[in-house]
Structures are given as structure tokens and as C-alpha cells.
Nanobody
Framework: VRLVESGGGLVQPGGSLTLSCAAS????????LNWFRERPGQERDYVAM???????NYEASVRGRFTISRDAAKTTLFLQMTNLKPEDTGVYYC?????????WGQGTQVTVSS
């Protein structure tokens, strides 16, 4: 089972980034796929969710700025991030969860700074 995030980097406030998470080794199409982040000095927090039926949900501070989606093959998860703010800085993790099975990626760093 593997979840591999990519797409992080350094971006100025107001900028955009798109994160990807490639899933392999399990039937990801049956899982809810989520993004979490760990900001400096804070615990890992929920960011966004995409259920296997296509329902999305967002944490309040990112709603309207971030969009979660997946490709047609349902093996890659995306997080489109716009209007980024310094408080969005952190390590972003993708997560797959279904009936007690939980998998995590290794994370990708996002830094929003001028």
C-alpha cells in the first residue's frame, strides 16, 4: 500500500499550488480520500474530504479556496489550493480510510511566504 504526495513548494501569499497523491496497492476507489496538514507547532488537522461517492467537505478556513478532486481512474487525489495564506504553511498529508483501514502518505511541504 502506498500513498505518495507531490506538488508542494514555496509560494507567495495569494499564489496557487496543486498537490497530488498517487495511490497504489489497494482498491482506492472504495475509500474516502482526505487531505490533512500539520502546521508548525500544531497537531495534524483535517483539511478536506472526498468520499467514494464523490461528496466533498472542507475545513472552514479553506472552503472556497481549496478544491479536492480525483482522476477518472480514482488512483490520484488532488488538492487545488488558491489564494494561499501564510497560515496555510505546513506539511500536507493524504489519507485513505475505509472501515477501520487507514493509510497515510509521507507528506509534502507547503510554504507560503513572501
Amino acid at each position: 500500500v502506498r500513498l505518495v504526495e507531490s506538488g508542494g513548494g514555496l509560494v507567495q501569499p495569494g499564489g496557487s499550488l496543486t498537490l497530488s497523491c498517487a495511490a497504489s496497492g489497494f482498491a482506492s476507489e472504495h475509500y474516502a480520500l482526505n487531505w490533512f496538514r500539520e502546521r508548525p507547532g500544531q497537531e495534524r488537522d483535517y483539511v478536506a474530504m472526498l468520499t467514494n461517492s464523490g461528496i466533498t467537505n472542507y475545513e472552514a478556513s479553506v472552503r472556497g479556496r481549496f478544491t479536492i478532486s480525483r482522476d477518472a481512474a480514482k488512483t490520484t487525489l488532488f488538492l487545488q489550493m488558491t489564494n494561499l495564506k501564510p497560515e496555510d504553511t505546513g506539511v500536507y498529508y493524504c489519507n485513505a480510510a475505509e472501515k477501520g483501514d487507514v493509510y497515510w502518505g509521507q507528506g509534502t511541504q507547503v510554504t507560503v511566504s513572501s
